[in-house]
């Protein structure tokens, strides 16, 4: 029959359309989430550590000292590092504030500078050294007010991607790190060198962390806010503020630096 070869050619590409497509899209798909996770994994880190830092200068700014701030200089290393949560931080006197400096321990397949448990290891990519700088905040007061809490809520929302939509994180690492920070600072408090302006930065970061809450419960009841193309959306305005992408791309001179020194082992 004449149209029995049109039914053919029909079939078969619904079977293309079924196979080939179908499975080239979820692959993509696949891609595109992989990509977006990996992302999210590295923008935490400078998130959590600018966010707080920021908090400190609104201090600052309240306290009308406006021709002073504190200056965050990332710097790149050699070595595979971690800080562990286990081991005591050490506090320095940055201008004003009493702040928390972590020791880095060198990581290979284990730690090499303590016994403490593996999971209680956080690898990083960059050190951070803090600045008491003659210039103001460049950023506008607006801008920095704004800023923590734009933060959090883009940090609710990678967590709720990585842990209910992905499925590749057991917790939620946003709101794991601003604990230890909060953690952090309550330990200052109790030290010798704290002052009222660390009391001041705990109160504050508490109130970060409802803000963290009230927009899980929002991303909760509204899981659009963290399809794949609301996250990705939401990566490339954080990304967009230059002390990010500062931090992003000292992080990258280390993965480089990494590879090249991997690349001389194998050879």
């Not at 710097?75 to 006197?93: N, Q």
């Not at 927009?215 to 899981?223: E, F, I, P, Y």
Request: with cysteine; hydrophobic share 35%; aromatic share 8%.
């Amino acid at each position: 029959m004449s149209w029995s070869p049109s039914v053919k050619e029909s079939n078969r590409l619904i079977e293309y359309i079924q196979t080939t497509l179908i499975e080239y899209r979820l692959n993509s798909e696949w891609k595109s989430i992989k990509r977006v996770q990996v992302e999210i994994n590295h923008m935490i880190y400078p998130m959590l550590q600018i966010r707080q830092n920021i908090l400190r200068n609104n201090i600052l700014y309240e306290m009308n000292i406006t021709n002073k701030s504190i200056e965050m200089l990332p710097k790149a290393i050699h070595r595979s590092a971690s800080i562990c949560l286990s081991c005591d931080f050490y506090p320095i006197i940055v201008g004003k504030f009493c702040v928390a400096k972590n020791i880095l321990h060198e990581f290979l397949k284990k730690c090499l500078s303590c016994s403490c448990n593996v999971d209680k290891h956080i690898p990083i990519n960059c050190i951070i050294n803090y600045e008491y700088s003659n210039a103001p905040v460049r950023t506008t007061q607006k801008e920095t007010i704004h800023m923590p809490s734009q933060f959090t809520m883009a940090g609710a929302e990678f967590d709720y991607f990585l842990v209910h939509i992905t499925h590749s994180s057991k917790t939620n690492p946003f709101l794991s790190g601003l604990e230890r920070i909060i953690d952090e600072e309550n330990k200052l408090c109790e030290s010798q060198t704290s002052n009222h302006l660390n009391v001041k930065q705990v109160k504050n970061l508490i109130e970060i962390q409802c803000i963290y809450e009230k927009r899980m419960k929002d991303v909760s009841s509204n899981q659009q806010l963290t399809d794949l193309s609301n996250i990705d959306k939401r990566i490339g305005t954080i990304r967009k503020y230059p002390m990010i992408e500062k931090q992003l791309e000292i992080m990258k001179q280390t993965q480089e630096m990494m590879t090249e020194l991997y690349e001389v082992s194998e050879d």
